[in-house]
T-cell receptor, first 113, second 112 residues
């Protein structure tokens, strides 16, 4: 596709449920990033892939968060046993190389009740 | 945690006026980027300035960078109602690739 595609755009989960958020980056983009954005705040880094390798996961808030990019293209962010504080917009971005602009998707808004 | 702060947090101006937003950051950087976010949407890249550059222009945008003060400014000239959005600065750390750290953002409202 022409841009970064994320699904679902909106997800409502009951506390304790597992959720999976998908990101389809721009074709050929090497780097893929996941960010978390709370209401009224800037995006906060979660994790980063270069091709299929997860190079940095220092921003993942707990071991309930897990991300993968098994074939170096589509990525999935999984949150297990969701908590209310996980409610946020999860943004995926990709970039062509190691230095330069990021192309963002529209985000997945997660609401945990 | 957020790298830097933006100032002001919110800015309201009339169409045709100029808008200036400031960003401060804390660590050594390779480049600094500005992004725009419309309500409920993803971020869109506006401009990138490298650490060895002091000023850069793109259309109605002008960005300055002062690495000695660890600060940057974004100027939007002749603003339009369509410029209404949140604007974020983001820094790429030295040796850190493009793992960007975002500021807190400035909400700009341009009124007719």
């Amino acid at each position: 596709g022409a841009g970064v595609s994320q699904s679902p755009r909106y997800k409502v989960a009951k506390r304790g449920q597992d959720v999976a958020l998908r990101c389809d980056p721009i074709s050929g983009h090497v780097s893929l990033f996941w960010y978390q954005q709370a209401l009224g705040q800037g995006p906060e880094f979660l994790t980063y892939f270069q091709n299929e390798a997860q190079l940095d996961k220092s921003g993942l808030p707990s071991d309930r968060f897990f991300a993968e990019r098994p074939e170096g293209s589509v990525s999935t962010l999984k949150i297990q046993r969701t908590q209310q504080e996980d409610s946020a917009v999860y943004l995926c971005a990709s970039s062509l190389d190691l230095l330069g602009e990021l192309f963002f998707g529209e985000g997945s808004r997660l609401t945990v009740l | 945690s957020q790298q830097g702060e933006e100032d002001p947090q919110a800015l309201s101006i009339q169409e045709g006026e100029n808008a200036t937003m400031n960003c401060s950051y804390k660590t050594s950087i390779n480049n600094l980027q500005w992004y725009r976010q419309n309500s409920g949407r993803g971020l869109v890249h506006l401009i990138l300035i490298r650490s060895n550059e002091r000023e850069k222009h793109s259309g109605r945008l002008r960005v300055t960078l002062d690495t000695s003060k660890k600060s940057s400014s974004l100027l939007i000239t002749a603003s339009r109602a369509a410029d209404t959005a949140s604007y974020f600065c983001a820094t790429a750390p030295t040796g850190g690739g493009n793992k960007l750290t975002f500021g807190t953002g400035t909400q700009l409202k341009v009124e007719l």
